[in-house]
């Protein structure tokens, strides 16, 4: 029988080959053999999707493929995380998720909103360009601990520290851990503009969001 490593490169190899239909009969066999449904995810639908991303920024992706990929990976999601045990009750910490104003870009934000819930997060989804305004007023609304913030656009990166700066104003800023991400933001871009945190991919969005936990 083909071992756990061995599924996870086909897993990751399907994702990138953009085969959306073959992926959910290989996880189930997957899963037939007794092996964990979580790692399958983080090591190897993930895993996949990641590369997908860096096909994508080099350009021999175009945004069709993205989307094919994407479904790729959802579908095989599907099938192991009906063998996974909720987080319902266990919940770590509650945030609020959005692509910044301007930007319409979302698939990175998706992934990372899929991994933290994974990791026990309730994550509050706001979609792509939202107003400034709103990941307050939903952070307010739903308790958050976290506001995270992406964008892969340097034209609305700006928004990312205005939104600080209501927080500031509003005198909420000490109330909420900000986390930012995507493709042309870098640490020194969070420290400049005051974020706590910031995380270049998915699974490290997961133990940077960790290791506030009980701060």
């Known amino acids: 029988m083909p071992s756990k490593e061995e599924y ?15 992926i959910a009969d290989l996880c189930r066999a997957y899963l037939a053999e007794g092996y964990d449904p979580e790692e399958a995810i ?25 989307l094919i990929c994407s479904d790729a990976m959802y579908n095989g999601i599907d099938v192991l995380t009906e063998k996974m045990e909720s987080h319902q009750e266990k919940t770590l ?5 959005g692509v ?6 979302d698939i990175g934000k998706n992934l990372v909103k899929l991994m933290l819930e994974i990791a026990g997060f309730k994550m509050i989804d706001l979609g792509k360009d939202v107003p400034c305004e709103k990941f307050i007023d939903e952070a307010l609304a739903n308790d958050a601990k976290f506001i995270m913030m992406s964008t892969l656009m340097t034209t609305t990166m700006e928004n990312m520290k205005k939104v600080i700066d209501m927080l ?14 995507g493709g042309p933001v870098s640490k020194s871009f969070a420290q400049k503009i005051g974020a706590d945190a910031y995380s270049e991919n998915a699974t490290e969005a997961v133990k940077v969001a960790k290791s506030f936990i009980g701060k």
């Open 93 to 97: 910490a509650t945030a609020v998720i």
């Open 42 to 66: 983080f090591k190897g639908l993930i895993k996949g999707m990641n590369e997908v991303g860096k096909l994508f920024e080099e350009e021999e992706y175009y945004i069709s493929d993205l």
């Open 8 to 22: 996870f490169d086909k897993m990751a190899q399907m994702v990138i080959d953009e085969e959306d239909e073959e």
């Open 100 to 105: 910044v104003e301007g930007d319409t870009h």
């Open 168 to 181: 500031k104003e509003r005198g909420l800023r000490d109330k909420f851990i900000v986390m930012i991400g």
